[in-house]
């Protein structure tokens, strides 16, 4: 049985934004349980290094490390999990690479979406739903949902959802007040003067 998805901030090192080995050991630092690596500006080989350094970090922590977009290298290494975009492997060939045990997230945009990540031939443990709210952080061509759409797909969500985009501290209070199982952030903590702070404050 995959274990459960923590509760709470779901925190995301990226290459875009410092040194994700230094992201993971502040994470690690603050105790945080989960923390999602993403590199999508390296080759796989690089992506594969950079993982297996950050899981150095983590060794022996409380906090988790789930892999951005690479289910291949994912399989290899002792990760918690990894997290999927539309465009990415399709979700049944993802859980027969990485198992029962592991975590499996998927981007979802619709209820139809949702509904396929939660199929019983897909078996993803949580989506990740956005943005909602405009953010710099990725452009992907949509239009933010705001808070009113994004509680119409958690309601409407059979797996835990996890809330990204233009998600800072003063938003927080409504978005958890949506029912959210999580939030993701990234710029709020990277480009913040005090990271740590910036965690303690997107915690919940």
Known sequence: ???????????????????????????????????QLRAKDLGPSQVEDLARACLRVTAGSSTALVL????????????????????DCPLP?????????????WSAHSPAQLARAAHPDARADYVGVGPVFATATKDTGRRA?????????VSASPLPVVAIGGIGPAELPAVMATGVHGWAAISAVWKATDPADAIRSLRG
């Open 1 to 35: 049985m995959t274990p459960p998805l923590p509760r709470g901030l779901y925190l995301i090192a990226d290459t875009a934004w410092g040194d994700p080995v230094e992201q993971v050991g502040l994470a690690v630092q603050c105790g945080l349980r989960l923390v």
């Open 68 to 87: 951005n977009d690479h289910v291949d290298i994912a399989s290899r290494l002792p990760v918690a999990g990894v997290h999927l975009g539309q465009s």
């Open 93 to 105: 060939r993802a859980r027969s690479l990485l198992g029962p045990h592991r975590l499996l997230g």
């Open 145 to 153: 949902l705001g808070l009113e759409g994004l509680r119409e797909l």
